[in-house]
């Protein structure tokens, strides 16, 4: 079972499956309410390996080599793939992590983001950018949309476990943040 955690930066990706693999480490693999799934943060893989094809000066991030990031998951399926691209690579299950535009824009620039690139994920967030993307690449029947705008991290970290249980019926199109561009 491969699980993608995908969303716009700033939606606590990062942290709920940090939170996902502490419970998994912990609990040990005969556990079924936490089941024992390794996690690969896509980001960090990125920047140890050099798996980006160019540095975008204008908004000071890297482009990733998609092709070459598939390549590097070749054969690694029981894992949980956290990343704003993770909806890019083969899963079985995508959970689209989601936020209310204004509380996103705030979480980056709290995290030191400039504001023009706040409130292009902000605007990103608001447009169904990543969920659409998502629906596109992996179909309705895959896709678990998740707001964690008021959520602890530990109950998005819940109902990331529950996804990859199979435990919560897929979801997508429930959350609406269009009314943050009018």
């Not at 996103?104 to 983001?113: I, P, Y």
């Not at 659409?132 to 990331?160: F, K």
Request: aromatic fraction near 4%; include cysteine; hydrophobic fraction near 35%.
């Amino acid at each position: 079972m491969r699980v993608a955690v995908t969303g716009t930066p700033g939606t606590g990706k990062t942290t709920a499956t940090e939170l996902l693999a502490s419970r998994s480490s912990d609990s040990g693999a005969d556990d079924d309410s936490h089941p024992d799934l390794e996690v690969i943060h896509l980001n960090r893989v990125l920047e140890d390996d050099g798996l980006y094809t160019e540095v975008d000066t204008d908004r000071d991030s890297k482009v990733a080599d998609l092709a070459a990031i598939g390549e590097w998951l070749e054969g690694r399926d029981e894992v949980v793939i956290e990343s704003h691209l993770a909806h890019h690579f083969d899963a079985d299950r995508v959970a689209v992590l989601r936020c209310r535009p204004e509380t996103l824009e705030e979480r980056l620039l709290e995290r030191g983001e400039t504001a023009a690139k706040a409130r292009e994920n902000a605007e990103s967030e608001a447009l169904d950018v990543i969920l659409s993307e998502a629906v596109d690449e992996h179909g309705l029947e895959s896709v678990y949309e998740i707001d964690t705008t008021d959520r602890e991290p530990a109950a998005v970290a819940d109902e990331l476990a529950a996804v990859a249980a199979g435990e919560r019926d897929p979801s997508a199109g429930d959350v609406d943040f269009v009314g943050y561009l009018t």
